[in-house]
């Protein structure tokens, strides 16, 4: 890691170690990958998938994982897409027995929370995360909050 921080992005040089100028400000690698994501949601708040339990899960994964960047980031460009996925999952979280759902879809509307885990790596997986596994998960790093 060089004097400049971490690798990331500066303007439209990629992944280099300092900002070639101090008026371009530094664009961390994993907010580029979530935009695109976020490019990709369905007018639904939703992401594409083959199952809707594949679009819960992927939705799911990207809303905890960009709340995180929202926190980090203040906002940001992140709470119109943020409130697209609490609809989105809102209206899928119809078990009683999962109101922590319902306590994330509340997160999602701000204010926002940092939600431990490490979701981006997850959402990128090759095979999505078993839906009861990631469930278990989320609802113990909610009940850390």
Do not use: C
Request: charged content about 20%; aromatic content about 6%.
């Amino acid at each position: 890691m060089g004097a400049g921080g971490p690798p990331g992005v500066y303007g439209n040089s990629a992944f280099v170690e300092h900002s070639p100028s101090p008026n371009i400000p530094y664009v961390p690698v994993a907010s580029l990958q979530v935009v695109a994501e976020l490019s990709t949601l369905l007018s639904d708040g939703g992401l594409p998938g083959s199952t809707d339990e594949e679009r819960f899960i992927k939705t799911l994964l990207l809303a905890l994982t960009t709340m995180n960047l929202a926190v980090e980031e203040q906002g940001g460009v992140f709470g119109m897409h943020l409130g697209r996925m609490a609809t989105f999952l809102e209206n899928r979280a119809t078990d009683p027995s999962k109101a922590f759902l319902l306590r994330l879809v509340g997160l999602l509307r701000g204010p926002y929370t940092k939600v431990e885990g490490d979701w981006l790596k997850e959402l990128q997986a090759d095979q999505p995360k078993n839906l009861q596994v990631l469930l278990t998960e989320v609802e113990q790093a909610l009940s850390l909050i």
